[in-house]
């Protein structure tokens, strides 16, 4: 069936409106990642090897890995727990309307909040001269870093991360537990289930894909992270973007192919991540429907 020629402009038309997108996403993203792929294949003169490949297995770059994926677990499991006993408060919790506004507001600003900035305020708030370290030493007589506490360090890293990740985690969950049916707690009640037993036998089951598909979205958003961590530590913790940067700016070392290799584990580390919140993401919509 031919499409007459206004319904020909309206499609035409419809298409330039997702152009600018594509060909953003095909400048920025995809081109770039298939020129990292491609050059993680290849040495410094253009010859196919695996040597960068290989070279990802050193003790050095293992290790590294080894800290971004504990960083990111860490940072993810905080932001899940923590994420979502704020978002259940706001939409199962009774709280004014206004606090839920301002919340999802602060929320909305804060997951996007990153980079110099986070870090220069995390060094101002808890950094060794900052204004709650001074406060617990002057008027409590806690000195924080006497406790082993140091903000350039796993510990800290993972707690400034948190900062951005709980965020993120109330504007995921949110959507699920709104999406949560009374008539589902009304026959568990009907059936004689407490407000425990509909939550373990009920509810958390029912919610269990998005809990999961949102720390597998957390967990690619801190691995992937570089301008906190790069302005908090500098190169004292070695993360995987850390040494991505240092490989490709070439200050010290300097193999641009096994920065990209560098990308390239990134990239597989991101997708399966990624992967497996999507699957998980439709299962849950399978509820919400």
Same mark, same amino acid.
């Given at each position: ?35 990292? #792929?491609?050059? +993680? @294949? ?7 090897? &695996?040597?960068? $490949?290989?070279? /990802?297995?050193? *003790? ?55 980079? #110099?900035?986070? +870090? @220069? ?7 060794? &001269?900052?204004? $709650?370290?001074? /406060?617990?030493? *002057? ?151």
């Amino acid at each position: 069936m031919q499409l007459s020629k206004a319904e020909r402009s309206r499609k035409l038309f419809d298409w330039l409106g997702v152009a600018p997108f594509m060909l953003f996403a095909l400048l920025f993203l995809i081109v770039p990642t298939l020129y990292l #792929v491609a050059g +993680a @294949f290849q040495d410094a003169d253009g010859n196919i090897t &695996l040597a960068n $490949i290989v070279g /990802l297995f050193t *003790d050095k770059i293992m290790s590294s890995f080894s800290i971004s994926i504990r960083i990111s677990i860490a940072s993810a499991i905080g932001g899940v727990l923590l994420g979502f006993y704020i978002s259940w408060a706001l939409v199962l919790g009774g709280l004014p309307p206004v606090i839920r506004s301002a919340v999802m507001t602060f929320c909305g600003v804060a997951s996007n909040f990153a980079g #110099v900035p986070l +870090a @220069f305020a995390f060094l101002a708030t808890l950094g060794r &001269l900052g204004l $709650i370290t001074m /406060l617990l030493r *002057d008027w409590f007589g806690i000195n924080l870093y006497a406790t082993g506490f140091n903000l350039l360090s796993f510990s800290g890293l993972t707690l400034t991360y948190m900062y951005f990740q709980i965020p993120l985690m109330v504007l995921i969950i949110t959507p699920a537990l709104e999406g949560m049916r009374k008539e589902w707690r009304e026959a568990a009640e009907s059936l004689g289930a407490t407000h425990a037993q509909y939550w373990m036998k009920v509810a958390l089951p029912i919610l269990m894909p998005s809990l999961a598909g949102a720390f597998m979205l957390l967990f690619a958003n801190s691995f992937g992270a570089i301008a906190t961590a790069f302005s908090l530590t500098g190169s004292s913790l070695n993360i995987v973007p850390i040494q991505l940067y240092a490989q490709i700016r070439g200050d010290v070392l300097h193999n641009a192919n096994l920065g990209y290799a560098l990308a390239f584990g990134m990239i597989v580390v991101t997708g399966i991540s990624n992967i497996i919140y999507i699957s998980l993401r439709v299962r849950a919509e399978r509820w919400q429907k």
